[in-house]
């Protein structure tokens, strides 16, 4: 399960390789969170800000098989009471690491 995490990667790309290594084929990969890169204003920080659009190709080319998409909107850490309100858009997803041998 990873939980508004992705965007915390230099490089999602590592992240993604890193869950298929974790998993034996067949295991699944849940994910929910947005795409806000948290290094997108720190410019000493290189990270690469895919769009979701592109993150939908490469994850099955990296070894996954999309089981269920989709966006849903949420709070995040949110004081409901505050005049001030965010709302992230949130990519849930599963995906099967897909068994090499089938
Ligand atoms: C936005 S928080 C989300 C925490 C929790 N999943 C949640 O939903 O509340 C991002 C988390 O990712 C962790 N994190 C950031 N970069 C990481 C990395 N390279 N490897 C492992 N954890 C990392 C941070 O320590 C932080 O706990």
Not at 33 to 43: N, R, S, V
Not at 53 to 73: A, N, S
């Amino acid at each position: 399960m990873t939980c508004f995490f992705l965007d915390t990667a230099h490089n999602a790309l590592d992240y993604i390789e890193c869950i298929h290594a974790i998993l034996k084929p067949g295991g699944l990969w849940v994910n929910f969170g947005p795409l806000l890169y948290h290094y997108a204003d720190q410019h000493d920080q290189p990270q690469l800000e895919f769009s979701w659009e592109t993150l939908e190709k490469l994850i099955p080319k990296m070894g996954f098989e999309f089981l269920t998409k989709e966006t849903r909107e949420t709070s995040y850490t949110q004081n409901r009471t505050s005049l001030m309100q965010m709302r992230y858009m949130c990519k849930f997803f599963s995906a099967r690491k897909l068994n090499l041998k089938s």
